[in-house]
């Protein structure tokens, strides 16, 4: 069964293995607007949870993707470079952002599963 989990700043971790497949929610994107741009790390650089690992910028604002895991990036979605929208329109399946091999599979303990994402979206009505 695939994890997912989420963060209170809106990304979220699909959990493949050993490797973590982060991105933006679709609450994320709905508040940024068409995207147009998004910055991905290097291949092999290491993350820190809760820094910054990408740049997503849409017509209303740039924003930082923070990692949720420590982590390496191990692969990045490079379609986005050409279709950054991809972020718009299917955020927690092909608008990915990149994968970290999972240096600290107890952080996962630290972030929201999907009812509890559920639940903390209401709370900002």
């Known amino acids: 069964m695939t994890q997912v989990r989420y963060t209170k700043d809106h990304e979220y971790v699909r959990v493949e293995g050993d490797v973590a497949v982060v991105g933006i929610s679709d609450y994320a994107q709905g508040q940024l ?24 910028e849409s017509v209303k604002a740039a924003s930082e993707v923070y990692a949720p895991l420590t982590g390496e990036v191990v692969e990045v979605n490079s379609e986005l470079e050409g279709a950054p929208g991809l972020v718009n329109e299917d955020p927690e399946g092909k608008g990915w952002f990149l994968k970290l091999k999972i240096s600290n599979p107890a952080e996962l303990d630290d972030l929201m599963n999907e009812h509890a994402y559920k639940s903390f979206l209401d709370t900002l009505g």
């Open 33 to 56: 607007g068409d995207v147009v741009f998004v910055e991905l790390p290097d291949i092999g650089k290491a993350v820190e949870k809760g820094k910054e690992a990408a740049v997503v």
